[in-house]
């Protein structure tokens, strides 16, 4: 597939830090003021309702004296040599002085050379005595004034060890193992769920038959693998083939990230390490599955971490103490998954660690139809739908791709309001998929013109060139980033290419710009992506596949990616084997270049044909093109026979 597209600059993603994620995390699960807002609130109607006493005129005793004797005083309370008490009317003191404050409570101190007439005169003024302890007084007011401010200390200490929790446990559990345990309870995934990995599954058969019945292989004095290794590209069923492997199996399955080992603290991926062991000796017989191992278990000594790396070495080194510590007929089996087989240490992969690898290739056509099929399970299905059709039509695709095709071509046909997707919603998902979504933006002419000829270009070189892939739609209608496409299918899977085949896969690259330079004579922009292909194809022509006569069988790659920038790797080669490699891909890509623009001359008047079909209804397909070309279509990819 051929797109016009200039290359844009991807954007730049912001990793959050696990502290920030676990208190974001609290946050929405127990807003704090949820807590805060009534402690606060409980705080104030002790201090200032419940228990809070108005505010009182300090007095003389004098004046206290005065008050009595003209019988203005209510009650009186006595704390030790303190008097607290009540005016029958507010008294303000001292009258003659800004500032002075009016109230009916008042307090004073009785000094200890005062009369003993005091309680007889209070007596006969009818004024209420009472006295409170000294002792009971202190500690109700220590309780009062301190008692909101512990209990607000002791909420923040409980909101703190929440979070400490949420955290891992702290400072006490940064060492707990943070694994996820998958019962029969969440759902079980079985080996029915798993489909296009017939491989795959075959050789964990046996480990499933393990597990169900060890003693089978121990009378005989044989043993399970204690590590087994998924290698596989994103997408292709690794981390579903672990889950489908204990569902069978019906046993405990421990499943974290090896990224969740590693903390800032050195020594706590190593603990971690130990108590998922630990927790999985205790499940036995359990499944331990470590994905994207390659985090913590790249080869050691290297240099291709830049600063401090002791925490991930340890972890690392721990991981191995382990699997070499425990005994296979305990049950425990531990399965790893990566796409970068090639960085990992060589002490992870010796026999009895990760004794067995397994390696999941991308599905052939067969493999895409039934894992289709599983996905569509659930999926009503319109009669002109094909799954072996739609096979054939997504060449490269893994499963979780072909995942999100069939939940994208649900939405499309929901969106309609349609009782079951159709094979339009399919076309329309794997388009929205591989360029985007359609852009309804206004072209001017000459734009427009521009890149009908581009994409004719395209299709008539594909229909031109001996062994190119089949055209199957040719399309000017804007997706993503690309003005226009041209699709092509292989008529079947193909694991290899012949040289002729790469180079006619340049030469259709190249028609695009090609027919630009014959119509308008001069070149744009649109063939930025397409020259992209074209370069890498080429040198890996050269540099991996040995197809240059002047530089004969020889790879010039490097045997092993140390995981550096590729700045600081060296060359395996000298500067005029360079100077030559140079020369060569620009010899091949220069051949293409000259027959693409040979096929469109010698039919110029086809070219403005399917440019003038393409302006007018903007997609073509495979019989539009036979028919405005009068050329006879390649084979197109047939339906498998049972």
């Not at 101190?109 to 006969?124: C, G, I, K, M």
């Not at 009378?219 to 292709?236: C, E, F, N």
């Not at 020259?531 to 020889?554: C, F, H, N, Y």
């Amino acid at each position: 597939m051929h797109t016009d597209t200039a290359k844009q600059s991807p954007a730049t993603s912001t990793r959050r830090s696990p502290a920030l994620v676990t208190m974001r995390s609290l946050w929405q699960r127990q807003p704090l003021w949820r807590i805060l807002v009534p402690m606060l609130l409980i705080n104030y109607l002790l201090t200032y309702v419940f228990f809070s006493t108005p505010a009182a005129v300090a007095i003389p005793y004098t004046v206290f004296k005065q008050q009595v004797e003209a019988g203005n005083v209510t009650d009186v309370i006595s704390t030790g040599d303190a008097i607290r008490g009540t005016f029958k009317t507010a008294l303000t003191y001292p009258a003659d002085r800004e500032g002075a404050r009016s109230s009916q409570s008042f307090v004073t101190q009785r000094p200890v050379f005062a009369d003993q007439a005091l309680e007889q005169r209070l007596e006969e003024t009818g004024v209420v005595i009472d006295a409170v302890d000294q002792d009971a007084s202190s500690w109700f007011t220590v309780l009062i004034s301190f008692g909101p401010t512990v209990a607000l200390i002791g909420a923040f200490i409980w909101l703190s060890r929440r979070a400490a929790t949420a955290a891992g446990g702290g400072l006490v559990g940064l060492g707990k193992s943070r694994a996820k345990r998958y019962d029969d309870a969440q759902g079980t995934v079985t080996f029915h769920d798993v489909a296009g990995i017939d491989e795959a599954e075959n050789e964990l058969l046996e480990i499933v038959d393990f597990l169900r019945n060890p003693s089978k292989y121990q009378r005989l004095g044989g043993t399970m693998p204690k590590g087994v290794l998924l290698i596989g590209a994103p997408g292709t069923g690794k981390t579903l083939l672990a889950r489908a492997i204990a569902g069978q199996a019906a046993v405990p399955f421990f499943s974290l990230s090896a990224s969740e080992f590693i903390e800032m603290i050195v020594g706590v991926g190593a603990s971690r390490v130990r108590d998922l062991f630990r927790q999985a000796r205790e499940a036995a017989p359990a499944i331990v599955f470590v994905d994207e191992l390659d985090a913590i278990g790249r080869t050691r000594g290297t240099g291709a971490q830049f600063g401090g790396h002791d925490e991930r070495e340890q972890t690392l080194n721990q991981i191995l103490t382990e699997m070499d510590g425990f005994d296979t007929r305990e049950g425990v089996i531990v399965l790893a998954a990566t796409n970068r087989v090639d960085v990992l240490d060589a002490a992870l992969l010796r026999p009895g660690r990760f004794d067995r690898r397994i390696v999941l290739q991308r599905p052939d056509r067969a493999g895409r139809a039934a894992i289709l099929g599983v996905h569509t399970r659930k999926v009503p299905l319109a009669p002109d739908v094909s799954l072996e059709r739609l096979a054939a039509e997504t060449p490269g695709l893994v499963g979780a791709e072909l995942r999100n095709l069939v939940n994208e071509a649900a939405l499309l046909a929901a969106r309609r309001d349609a009782a079951a997707v159709g094979a339009v919603d399919f076309s329309e998902a794997l388009q929205k998929i591989t360029l985007g979504p359609a852009r309804h933006v206004l072209l001017n002419p000459a734009d427009r013109a521009r890149t009908a000829y581009h994409e004719a270009g395209h299709a008539l070189v594909a229909l031109l060139t001996p062994g190119a892939d089949p055209v199957h739609r040719v399309s000017i209608v804007p997706r993503g980033a690309a003005l226009g496409a041209t699709y092509q299918l292989p008529v079947d899977d193909r694991s290899s290419y012949a040289e002729d085949d790469l180079q006619s896969r340049i030469t259709c690259a190249l028609g695009g710009r090609a027919a630009e330079k014959l119509v308008y004579g001069v070149s744009t922009t649109g063939a930025e992506n397409d020259l992209q292909q074209v370069t890498d194809i080429a040198r890996r022509m050269v540099l991996r596949w040995g197809m240059s006569e002047k530089l004969g069988p020889i790879s010039f790659v490097a045997p092993q990616d140390d995981g550096l920038p590729a700045a600081f790797q060296q060359q395996p080669y000298s500067e005029a084997t360079s100077e030559l490699i140079d020369a060569e891909v620009r010899r091949i890509v220069d051949d293409s270049h000259h027959e693409a623009e040979r096929l469109l001359a010698t039919h110029r008047a086809t070219l403005d044909a399917l440019a003038a079909a393409l302006l007018e209804a903007e997609s073509l397909n495979a019989d539009d093109l036979h028919a405005i070309t009068g050329l006879p279509l390649p084979s197109q990819p047939t339906e498998p026979t049972s």
